[in-house]
């Protein structure tokens, strides 16, 4: 796993990031991606985004599928290992790639594995600290921000500062801050589908939560997180903004908020 408790050196030229989009950004949610392309050029980086990268593999691996994930994380390794940095803008596939592919593969594929995970961060822990240059300061039209820490994120890499600290440097924004940050949401990936109930009260204590801060937007790093929450929130008439925070750190608000587009 990344410490990405203190600044870490980088290369002086440009380093090489391999952006590794996701599934729900690429299907649900392209403006991340894009936001995300544009904040590693901004902080130096030079991107490539594989052109076959796929799923990582975390549904089947969670699901039991072994044989399945070992698949996926095979054919993602070949896609990353030739960049310098891996990047995500998610949590739970950030996690995914740097903590359980070494542990489901074996031989010559775990090196190869730990050798990709060495060198793969979130996006926000990535921007934070490690990219080459610091984020030019942008404009967003609200300062009435709440963040959620996904669960993944959050216990799995220890990002929780640096989401907060860029959002005030780069956007002038202090986090208005959870009554209880660090309980999950009750996406949970499958454990939605498997336990609707006890999902869907769960998100409704995080949105109760939100609301009480009296923050007008919730942002976060993990999209399967944001969908869920902005599908109850519309659900429960909330009028709560959902959006991924390298949307405003991108200072681009341009797409209709998460669950309003259509």
Not at 40 to 61: D, H, K, M, S, W
Not at 173 to 181: A, G, H, M, R, S
Not at 232 to 254: F, K, M, T, Y
Request: glycine share 8%; net charge neutral; charged share 20%.
């Amino acid at each position: 796993m990344n410490d990405v408790s203190s600044d870490q050196s980088v290369p002086s030229e440009r380093p090489t990031v391999a952006l590794f989009i996701t599934c729900l950004v690429d299907l649900f949610r392209p403006s991340v991606g894009f936001a995300s392309l544009s904040l590693l050029q901004r902080a130096g980086c030079e991107v490539v985004i594989p052109g076959q990268q796929t799923c990582c593999g975390q549904p089947a691996y969670n699901s039991g599928d072994y044989r399945g994930a070992r698949a996926l994380a095979r054919q993602t390794l070949k896609q990353l290992e030739a960049a310098d940095y891996v990047v995500v803008p998610s949590g739970s596939c950030a996690g995914m790639i740097s903590e359980h592919y070494p542990r489901l593969l074996e031989g010559p594929w775990r090196e190869r594995a730990l050798a990709v995970a060495a060198k793969t961060y979130e996006l926000n822990a990535f921007l934070h600290s490690v990219a080459p240059a610091r984020l030019p300061v942008v404009k967003v039209k609200t300062d009435s921000v709440a963040y959620h820490d996904g669960c993944a994120g959050l216990r799995e890499l220890h990002v929780r500062k640096q989401p907060r600290e860029l959002l005030h440097s780069v956007c002038g924004i202090t986090v208005k801050e959870l009554q209880q940050p660090e309980v999950c949401c009750g996406f949970g990936g499958t454990f939605c589908a498997k336990m609707p109930q006890i999902s869907a009260r769960m998100a409704d204590n995080k949105l109760k939560d939100v609301q009480a801060s009296q923050a007008q937007l919730l942002c976060g790093g993990d999209m399967g997180c944001l969908l869920s929450l902005a599908g109850r929130a519309s659900r429960n008439g909330q009028p709560i903004e959902v959006r991924h925070v390298a949307e405003l750190l991108s200072g681009d608000l341009s797409a209709p908020a998460i669950g309003k587009d259509t």
